[in-house]
């Protein structure tokens, strides 16, 4: 092919006006044109930017490309220069290759199983049920993002870990800051270092004092106190953002797809299906890094040893060649397989609490306002920018037909 490989210039930092829910454009022609394109990194390095499922999905299986946060060295919007990036702290394991990432992660994986998950789903409707009514008390207007979307999984994440309930504000403040993209970088610094300094509290008051809770179960191991602390860490940061915009973005997507929302509202028995397809049509983690450890042929490209690759879950997600009509938001699709919560060693341990959570909360949500409607228009909702590393709203306006006492 005489364009092969393609070059992405640049990364799109925009959406096309109207499409919030689409990847942005360049990334959706740059995946028709090759499942893999040349990326050159605004600091000269020469990277690769990977828009295709099956490549994307054969990447996050392979040992070959790392996670290791010491060798991401470049960022795919911002020149750094020649710095220098430290390994992740202990415990911290989203950012590190085997053997150091299964030591953290196999301690973890039976308390986050389907089952354990599914005894949680009591307490998730209790705690959306709580918020739910709050939002019908101080209506017919609200602000679906703090009404809804951040408290629950907030509420959630922290009860699994054992964060008291007075802490709470604090983390989703701090949690917010370093990872909504849109805080300074002095801002992002200081958030994610209050953050750290509160868990060591944390852990060491569990220490002192078990609770029934994820976190004091890992007392027993023989994990130190600084790596349960970067644990908590990565169950903090991962839980509770992506979860909300989810909620967010998902109420979003359904509002402006009214005859989806009706099938989900005549049909519960969707709710399941319902939620993969958000997952994979919304995409919120958008995308990832990963580093070549050594030559890797694929795709008819060689990417060379310390070449810093950016898959793009959400245009993977959207990869005609997968998934038939991919950007129509189809509730009824049985396609399955999509990779909004990764593949491989690293694809996300919270999924099925995620699950839960959102079959939970969307029914929730529209049984109790059936009338729920965007309380600007859609061009006004504000959304994350590009550079956040989870899409989503920043806000969502909602309103509501009030009861009317007979
Ligand atoms: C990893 C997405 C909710 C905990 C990941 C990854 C993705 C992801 C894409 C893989 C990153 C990679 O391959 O490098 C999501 C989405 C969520 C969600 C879209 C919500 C809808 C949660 C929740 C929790 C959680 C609720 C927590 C309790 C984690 C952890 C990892 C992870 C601990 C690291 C896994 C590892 O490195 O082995 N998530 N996540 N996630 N997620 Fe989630």
């Not at 709580?130 to 703090?146: F, K, N, R, S």
């Not at 790596?227 to 992506?242: R, V």
């Not at 399955?336 to 959102?358: K, T, Y």
Request: charged share 25%.
């Amino acid at each position: 092919m005489a364009d092969f490989p393609h070059t992405l210039a640049a990364m799109p930092t925009t959406r096309r006006p109207g499409c919030p829910f689409d990847p942005p454009e360049e990334l959706i022609e740059a995946r028709a044109r090759s499942p893999i394109s040349r990326f050159p990194f605004p600091d000269g390095h020469q990277g690769w930017l990977v828009t295709g499922y099956d490549l994307t999905r054969a990447i996050l299986a392979d040992p070959r490309f790392s996670s290791r946060r010491e060798l991401m060295k470049h960022h795919p919007i911002i020149d750094f220069g020649d710095i220098e990036v430290p390994p992740a702290p202990p415990g911290e394991f989203l950012l590190m290759d085997e053997p150091q990432h299964s030591r953290y992660r196999k301690p973890l994986v039976g308390k986050f199983t389907v089952r354990r998950m599914r005894l949680l789903t009591e307490r998730v409707e209790q705690i959306t049920a709580e918020h739910l009514d709050a939002m019908e008390q101080a209506g017919p207007t609200a602000d679906l993002v703090t009404a809804f979307a951040k408290p629950i999984p907030a509420v959630v994440i922290c009860e699994l870990l054992g964060v008291p309930y007075e802490d709470r504000a604090f983390f989703q403040e701090n949690v917010d800051k370093f990872l909504g993209g849109e805080a300074t970088d002095e801002e992002v610094m200081a958030a994610y270092l209050a953050t750290q300094r509160y868990l060591a509290e944390l852990v060491a008051a569990k220490r002192a004092d078990p609770t029934d809770d994820v976190l004091s179960d890992l007392l027993d191991s023989d994990l130190t106190d600084e790596e349960l602390q970067g644990m908590a860490l990565i169950l903090l940061s991962a839980g509770f953002d992506t979860t909300a915009n989810m909620l967010a973005l998902g109420t979003f997507a359904l509002l402006q797809n009214p005859d989806q929302l009706a099938a989900l509202r005549d049909d519960p028995a969707l709710t399941d299906q319902a939620v993969e397809e958000l997952l994979r049509y919304l995409s919120v983690a958008k995308q990832f890094f990963r580093v070549a450890l050594e030559d890797v042929e694929l795709a008819g490209q060689t990417i060379e040893a310390g070449t810093m690759v950016i898959l793009s879950l959400n245009t993977a997600n959207r990869d005609p060649e997968r998934f038939p009509d991919p950007h129509a938001l189809d509730l009824r699709r049985r396609d399955g397989g999509h990779l909004a919560f990764s593949h491989g060693v690293h694809q996300c341990l919270g999924q099925q609490l995620a699950r839960v959570e959102m079959r939970v909360a969307f029914p929730a949500l529209f049984d109790r306002f059936p009338t729920l409607r965007l309380a600007v228009p859609a061009e006004e909702v504000p959304l994350r920018p590009e550079v956040a590393d989870i899409y989503g709203v920043k806000s969502l306006p909602v309103t509501w037909d009030a009861a009317t006492i007979p």
